[in-house]
């Protein structure tokens, strides 16, 4: 099995004309991901790499029975996009803009726990179950079916992490980047519960940063999972009050955020946390 992104997946694009929606909807579809359609304002009727376009995302759940989407459009119309896949009954959101507006996003966040859809991101390279497809941006060949899931804050960190759990002999079940602005569509613990209740999940990498308290929080969850979680937090040697990558990549003055609270909380809750990469198999081995 896997979470939120499962056979049952029927996807659309959003955004499927411009050149990086076009481009990365080629690539969903080479690793096997079930779009069926394309959603471009003013661009119904066209095709892309064989999917219908429609002009609005309600025609394309109406024709396609769609229920998940990945969006691919300015950060300027990502909120109007967002509304309207909601509004439209879809219920697996990726939006993978990056320098969308604090105030849009909050509004996002809302409209989607009113009715029940999961909004991961901005800013997120998306979500991969391996065997079964991709919404977002990440690499398909960095991913092989197995049983550890990941939570990730950073795409490029979660790659590697992966990676190395490859070598292992381990593979993911599912990974879920949550996106790495300060405020973001889904909290890191109700992804764990998630794979809690997943029966190929057998354990779960939490690939943190500073800034923000989402580690914290996922801490308090872990205390009473039955599955092991590890975690690794970018940042260590980040200066306080200087945004490092990620716009939620920042520490605050009063030393909130820091990899030391985050590691603190971790590993307190009895989820060990790794100094580097590539001690996170290690730490695996030694909890399953």
């Known amino acids: 099995m896997s979470i939120l992104l499962t056979k049952e997946t029927r996807a659309i694009v959003q955004g499927v004309t411009g050149r990086i929606g076009s481009v990365q909807t080629k690539w969903m579809l080479e690793y096997g991901t079930n779009l069926v359609a394309g959603v471009t304002p003013g661009r119904g009727g066209e095709e892309v790499h064989g999917l219908p376009v429609y002009d609005d995302v309600y025609e394309a759940v109406e024709k396609h029975q769609a229920n998940a989407t990945v969006l691919f459009v300015p950060a300027p119309f990502t909120r109007d996009a967002v509304l309207e896949a909601i509004d439209a009954g879809i219920k697996l959101i990726v939006a993978v803009p990056e320098h969308v507006p604090v105030h849009d996003v909050l509004v996002m966040k809302k409209e989607a726990e009113k009715h029940g859809a999961w909004l991961l991101g901005p800013n997120t390279p998306g979500i991969i179950s391996p065997g079964i497809g991709k919404l ?3 690499p398909g060949n960095m991913f092989v079916e197995g049983k550890i899931g990941i939570i990730s804050r950073s795409g490029t960190l979660s790659y590697e992490i992966a990676g ?6 381990y593979g993911q079940s599912s990974l879920v980047g949550v996106g790495g602005d300060p405020v973001v569509g889904t909290r890191m613990v109700k992804i764990l519960r998630e794979f809690e209740a997943d029966p190929q999940t057998e354990a779960v990498v939490i690939v943190g940063e500073i800034g ?3 580690e914290e929080e996922a801490a308090e969850f872990i205390k009473v999972m039955s599955k092991p979680v590890v ?3 970018a940042g260590r040697t980040a200066p306080p009050g200087r945004r490092m990558g990620h716009a939620g990549a920042i520490i605050s003055k009063e030393g909130q955020g820091t990899v030391e609270s985050k590691a603190k909380a971790l590993t307190a809750a ?7 990469p590539t001690e ?4 695996l081995k030694e909890r399953l």
Request: glycine share 20%; no cysteine.
């Open 270 to 276: 009895g989820a060990p946390v790794a100094n580097k």
């Open 231 to 233: 975690g690794y937090i």
């Open 136 to 138: 977002g941006i990440m």
């Open 212 to 214: 923000g308290t989402a």
């Open 280 to 283: 996170v198999v290690e730490l």
């Open 164 to 169: 190395l759990l490859n070598e292992a002999g």
